[in-house]
T-cell receptor, first 114, second 111 residues
Framework: DTAVSQTPKYLVTQMGNDKSIKCEQNLGHDTMYWYKQDSKKFLKIMFSYNNKELIINETVPNRFSPKSPDKAHLNLHINSLELGDSAVYFC?????????????FGEGSRLTVL | SQQGEEDPQALSIQEGENATMNCSYKTSINNLQWYRQNSGRGLVHLILIRSNEREKHSGRLRVTLDTSKKSSSLLITASRAADTASYFCATILGSARQLTFGSGTQLTVLP
């Protein structure tokens, strides 16, 4: 009965590779997010989708491409991985009203680029 | 610059003591939220306080908000070892549509 689930939890890959992280929520929320948490635990929003439509796209390299096949899923694809992409990526969702209420987070996907 | 700065960055206390963490922000807000993150886990929402509220309680948690000083505090009373975690404040700043997180306070409760 996991609310927001991400896969994989750990991802180790070489520089230059392409990888994807998947996220699914079973809460019936309309809005989903991707956040990046660096080694100092600083959280920065990357993208936000509302009902499959992109509403926030912060300044991230275009190597990062989110895809939302339906409002319960928001996947993150990363091309040509770089060392600086190493971080923990969190998916989150929020009920109608957007982020004015609480966010529900997944457990995170730790990406290590070698 | 990062909006929402927690203070202190790290706090270590004995079990049973109270822990106070502070958060400052720079622009107007609609509400302010506090989240907890256990090591290796996702963030969990603790409490939300609206801009027209001054204090809110939830179990052993007490949150205050001073909009004139643009600051909030989270008090955890009678702390337990299980309270060991990072605590983040988060706000929607001005007309922004996303939740912006502070830098977090790492709380360690020693048994």
């Amino acid at each position: 009965d996991t609310a927001v689930s991400q896969t994989p939890k750990y991802l180790v890959t070489q520089m230059g590779n392409d990888k994807s992280i998947k996220c699914e929520q079973n809460l019936g929320h309309d809005t989903m997010y991707w956040y990046k948490q660096d080694s100092k635990k600083f959280l920065k929003i990357m993208f936000s989708y509302n009902n499959k439509e992109l509403i926030i796209n912060e300044t991230v390299p275009n190597r990062f491409s989110p895809k939302s096949p339906d409002k319960a899923h928001l996947n993150l694809h990363i091309n040509s991985l770089e060392l600086g992409d190493s971080a923990v990526y969190f998916c989150a969702s929020s009920p109608p009203g957007g982020a004015s209420g609480e966010l529900f987070f997944g457990e995170g996907s730790r990406l290590t680029v070698l | 610059s990062q909006q929402g700065e927690e203070d202190p960055q790290a706090l270590s206390i004995q079990e049973g003591e109270n822990a106070t963490m502070n958060c400052s922000y720079k622009t107007s807000i609609n509400n302010l939220q506090w989240y907890r993150q256990n090591s290796g886990r996702g963030l969990v929402h603790l409490i939300l306080i609206r801009s027209n509220e001054r204090e809110k309680h939830s179990g052993r948690l007490r949150v205050t908000l001073d909009t004139s000083k643009k600051s909030s505090s989270l008090l955890i009373t009678a702390s337990r070892a299980a309270d060991t975690a990072s605590y983040f404040c988060a706000t929607i700043l001005g007309s922004a549509r996303q939740l912006t997180f502070g830098s977090g306070t790492q709380l360690t409760v020693l048994p």
